[in-house]
């Protein structure tokens, strides 16, 4: 049973450019949760998409965008890129029932450096 | 003010010593969710254990244990005999009503195991 696949592995920009991260959830799982971990830091919520709409956002800016498509795929988008945009991008996919209850899965990420 | 707070930011320990990692949270909600989660090199973050706040029934796994202590708002997490395997980012999260319940996290402990 694969679980959450995250692609690319690894990613360079450069500053003002636009890049798209992907992200497939784990089988069984509706809901789409993405994250950005600087360096020595903790993960920090971006976003969240339920059936193919954003759910709730957290303290981010326009630049950060996302899609979630029928087949539960998630797209995160970053307009303008900064370097502080540089971190490690998680997604993390919960169970129907609630992330409440189960917790998320986690990918292993794309990281990306901006230059 | 932090919702988690991981105050240890590196311990460093020989193999085979026991290792307590603090976690300590903040919540006006009186039901909530707790989790510890490993982050190895590669970066994914795996899920080690899910706690509701009417449980506060201590937790073993093997060399895992958790002692959740709802009148300190502390949920500790334990190896004991550690191994060089063990090293890795630890991090504690919160997921509660008033979040949302999308998981907050601590910045993060990095557990260093020397052979």
């Known amino acids: 049973d694969a679980g959450v696949t995250q692609s690319p592995t690894h990613l360079i920009k450069t500053r003002g450019q636009q890049v798209t991260l992907r992200c497939s959830p784990k089988?069984?799982?509706?809901?789409v949760s993405w994250y950005q971990q600087a360096l020595g830091q903790g993960p920090q919520f971006i976003f969240q998409y339920y059936e193919e709409e954003e759910r709730q956002r957290g303290n981010f800016p326009d630049r950060f965008s996302g899609h979630q498509f029928p087949n539960y795929s998630s797209e995160l988008n970053v307009n303008a890129l900064l370097l502080g945009d540089s971190a490690l991008y998680l997604c993390?996919?919960?169970?129907?029932?609630?992330?409440?209850?189960?917790?998320?899965?986690f990918g292993s990420g794309t990281r990306l450096t901006v230059v | 003010a932090q919702k988690v707070t991981q105050a240890q930011t590196e311990i460093s320990v020989v193999e085979k010593e026991d290792v307590t990692l603090d976690c300590v949270y903040e919540?006006?909600?009186?039901?909530?969710?707790l989790f510890w989660y490993k982050q190895p090199p590669s970066g994914e973050l795996v899920f080690l254990i899910r706690?509701?706040?009417?449980?506060?029934q201590n937790e073993i796994s093997g060399r895992y244990s958790w002692n959740f202590q709802k009148s300190t708002s502390s949920f500790n997490f334990t190896i004991t005999a550690s191994q060089v395997v063990d090293s890795a980012v630890y991090f504690c999260a919160l997921s509660e009503p008033g979040g949302s319940y999308i998981p907050t996290f601590g910045r993060g402990t990095s557990l260093i195991v020397h052979p």
């Open positions: 993390a996919s919960s169970h129907p029932t609630g992330v409440q209850n189960y917790g998320y899965t």
């Open positions: 089988s069984g799982h509706d809901t």
């Open positions: 706690r509701n706040s009417f449980d506060e």
């Open positions: 919540t006006r909600d009186t039901t909530y969710y």
